[in-house]
């Protein structure tokens, strides 16, 4: 069974950058979809960045241009690095594999803050 450990979170800055790092037990060497979303207290959980099962990447619109979502399947490891953040990026960050019905990491706090 995979389970997924998130790391990389903090307070920055606005304009200032972070890198989120998920790591899985079990490996991402298998079909899995990846992907990160992120949640606000009393917000539904949004999805940021994907990873499908054949490469192909997604970016919710208000990330574009700012995020990039990356794997490497050699360290089971998936990353989200994040450039040019603004105070509405401020959420908890979670790591998913395997779509929504699969699993998810515990999240990672982001705040964006002067």
Do not use: H
């Not at 790591?23 to 298998?30: E, H, I």
């Not at 995020?67 to 979670?94: C, G, H, W």
């Amino acid at each position: 069974q995979v389970q997924l450990v998130e790391s990389g979170g903090g307070l920055v800055q606005p304009g200032g950058s972070l890198r989120l790092s998920c790591v899985a037990s079990g490996g991402f060497d298998g079909p899995y979809a990846v992907a990160w979303y992120r949640q606000v207290a009393g917000n539904q959980r949004e999805l940021v960045a994907s990873i499908n099962t054949f490469g192909v990447i997604t970016y919710a619109d208000f990330v574009k241009g700012r995020f990039t979502i990356s794997r490497d399947n050699a360290k089971s490891a998936v990353y989200l690095q994040m450039n040019s953040l603004k105070p509405e990026d401020t959420a908890d960050y979670y790591c998913n594999a395997n779509g929504r019905d699969g699993y998810w990491g515990q999240g990672t706090q982001v705040t964006v803050s002067s």
